[in-house]
């Protein structure tokens, strides 16, 4: 089962995101809330191995209050609904704050 991993803080403010990318493992969920929002345009993004079934979700409400332009081609579109049910149907949960 994969782990869903919260990301709260922006990699330009903090090594959070960087941290959470060595302990990433193929098919787990990223979900980016908060300040974490910001790493969508951080250069560290590009680190993810896209053939490696990573699912990258944005808290849609988060990133808009930000300005942030959500690409729905690279990202899933969440609510925090959605968050919650990513709870359930992962294996564990490890906020990134």
Not at 51 to 70: C, P, S, W
């Amino acid at each position: 089962m994969p782990t869903l991993h919260i990301v709260r803080q922006s990699a330009f403010n903090s090594d959070d995101f960087a941290q959470c990318l060595q302990v990433l493992r193929d098919n787990d969920v990223i979900a980016f809330i908060d300040d974490g929002c910001y790493n969508l345009h951080h250069q560290l993004i590009n680190t993810i191995n896209s053939e490696a079934g990573i699912q990258l979700n944005v808290i849609d409400k988060h990133a808009q209050a930000r300005a942030i332009t959500i690409d729905e081609s690279l990202y899933t579109v969440i609510n925090m609904n959605d968050l919650v049910n990513l709870t359930l149907t992962t294996s564990r949960v490890i906020t990134w704050q």
